[in-house]
T-cell receptor
């Protein structure tokens, strides 16, 4: 079953603006990851944040994690048209073993030129 | 190119038929995961294999089966196909298994788009 839930479902902003997407999850986690999917393509890993970390940066990406609220956010600064994609948060699969990932339904981000 | 190869890219078939989707993991990766992505269900975890053995099962229907071969490639078999099986099927791989939940970073293939008519 899905653990993470992204919000909003869709987001449209102007190029150059910052985009913020949120992810809420239900049960406690050890790690949380964010992935990007360009239309009809495979998912690409962006960043992993551990439960003992509050914030992590990678280039124009900033991820925060609030384990008390069971939520994470992904901020993309100075957005570009190439950032148009769907963004998913992922946590460990709760159904069996520590190995798989379960994904939310994603936030579809559109960057208007 | 992610290094994970999936074939075929597109497949159109009729209800009741059986198809096989193939995945070659990235070189050096021992784990293979299968996911189904549809508009209404999102990305659903189906099954995970590690070095030839089944590690975890997700929302995989009994009509579906998978295996990982000694050369580490994997196949997902879908039988008695229904209209609702139309979806993108992704294979992903990772180097190993991690003890910490959610720590495996997955590398995804480009997917196989299945259309059942």
């Amino acid at each position: 079953s899905q653990q993470g839930e992204e919000d909003p479902q869709a987001l449209s902003i102007q190029e150059g603006e910052n985009a913020t997407m949120n992810c809420s999850y239900k049960t406690s986690i050890n790690n949380l990851q964010w992935y990007r999917q360009n239309s009809g393509r495979g998912l690409v890993h962006l960043i992993l944040i551990r439960s003992n970390e509050r914030e992590k940066h990678s280039g124009r990406l900033r991820v925060t994690l609030d384990t008390s609220k069971k939520s994470s956010s992904l901020l993309i600064t100075a957005s570009r048209a190439a950032d148009t994609a769907s963004y998913f948060c992922a946590t460990g699969y709760s159904g069996g073993g520590a190995d798989g990932l379960t994904f939310g339904k994603g936030t579809h981000l559109i960057i208007q030129p | 190119d992610s290094g994970v190869t999936q074939t075929p890219k597109h497949l159109i078939t009729a209800t009741g038929q059986r198809v096989t989707l193939r995945c070659s993991p990235r070189s050096g990766d021992l784990s293979v995961y299968w996911y189904q992505q549809s508009l209404d269900q999102g990305l659903q975890f189906l099954i995970h294999y590690y070095n030839g053995e089944e590690r975890a099962k997700g929302n995989i229907l009994e009509r579906f089966s998978a295996q990982q071969f000694p050369d580490l490639h994997s196949e997902l078999n879908l039988s008695s196909l229904e209209l609702g099986d139309s979806a993108l099927y992704f294979c992903a791989s990772s180097v190993s298994i991690q003890r910490s939940s959610g720590a495996n970073v997955l590398t995804f293939g480009a997917g196989s788009r299945l259309t059942v008519l």
